[in-house]
């Protein structure tokens, strides 16, 4: 899902661009954060991220021209995952807690020999799972220091937002409203202001309020 | 991310929805401004204080009714499609008002190559993904801009004035 995708979700963050920006120690460095293979084998990550070229995400090895472009850098983010279906989890465990408790002769087991179990047949799964990979494009503006990311979910911009600042030393944070009244031209008073603010509320102070306790037919509600 | 940072995330969330529920009057109200047009979408979200509490309008027809028992009962508007139109040009998203996140965000079709990119398939993504950074940007840069406006007001005497009387009787007219 990236920029040149139909339909793209932004995060957008801030991260000041270095006065010098040496642009072939950049390219040295994205080398060095480049994305590498999961192997659950070697201290058992689930999780592996690194920077892969934008415009070919097996490229690992850059030089300045595959990043820098006009006033961008730009850079793919892979993001993989290893992670066992729960329903193939839960049936596993389940084997593995009736084997244990034939070969003890009881019932029943306590919660951490089930504990146990569950963490060795979930080790033992993901031993043997494949990575879903997923690819992101990252895109700093050197003018502005505006960093876009194509993709929202916390686990994603939380790795991304730490290999960038591994990467580029400067950590981007994410902007949200209580943050990019900074970034909008305001004068500081204004930005002072308006972080200062407390909730408004949209009903007048003397309007009737529906009771909480009395269930209502909800036109299309949507918990969650 | 820090627990002060998502402590701030979770306080101050309400002032993006107070933005998006401000805009949606505005659009209401008329729109934009000289040169860009703005529309409330197919689809709204609004949510109380608790997360949990939610109340989705969707689909097509007049949907203020909806908006208004829910800004009725103290929801905001926490995310809401958008259409920004300048001349031919228009772009369409979800606005996360809370988080100030751009989904499924659709822009205007990629104007012509440079020459010489036609044949560089390289080249040719490079003109592409430029093109469309400055699109992203256009679009995010009228955002802000409204965002930069509904702030002046918010923290200025017009708030109480003048903005949030406006908003009251709005809300208390979508039925």
Redesign the interface.
Known sequence: MG??S???????FIAPVPPQLNREAVAAAVTRRAFRDVDPAAGGAREGCGWVG??DPLVTVFDPADLF??H?L?VGFRYDRLAVPAKLLGLERRRAEAARRAERGVERLGAAERKEIREEVEARLIARALPTPRLFDC?W?LETG?V?LSG?QRAVC?AF?ELFRQTFGVRP?????????E????VPR????????E??????AG?P??DARVPRL??????? | ?TED?LA??ET?????Q??L?WLAHRIEEGGGSADVELHLGDRV?LAG?AQ???????GAGDARA?IG??????K?LDRARLVIARGERRWELSL???????????CPKLGPRDAGAHEDR?AA??N???L??AD??EA?AIL??L??EF??L???AA?AARE?PA??AW??QLR
């Not at chain 2, 028992?69 to 103290?74: D, E, I, P, S, W």
Request: charged content about 25%.
């Open positions: 920029f040149l139909a339909s793209t979700t932004i995060v957008r934008i415009h472009f006009a961008w730009v895109a503006n505006r876009y929202r939380e937002a944070v994410p902007l949200i409203p209580y943050l990019a009244a970034h909008v031209g305001l204004a930005v002072e202001a308006v972080r200062a603010v909730p408004a509320s949209l009903v007048p309007a309020r529906p909800p036109l299309e509600e949507a918990r969650g | 991310m940072f701030v995330v101050k969330r309400f002032l993006g107070e933005f529920t979200v204080a949990d509490e939610r109340l989705t309008v969707a909806e028992a829910g800004l009725r009962r103290g905001l996360d008002g809370g988080l100030l996140v751009y989904e499924g965000l659709r390289r993504f490079e592409d993904l430029f469309r950074l992203v940007e995010l802000d801009g965002f930069a702030c002046r918010r923290g200025s708030w949030l908003l009251r809300v208390e």
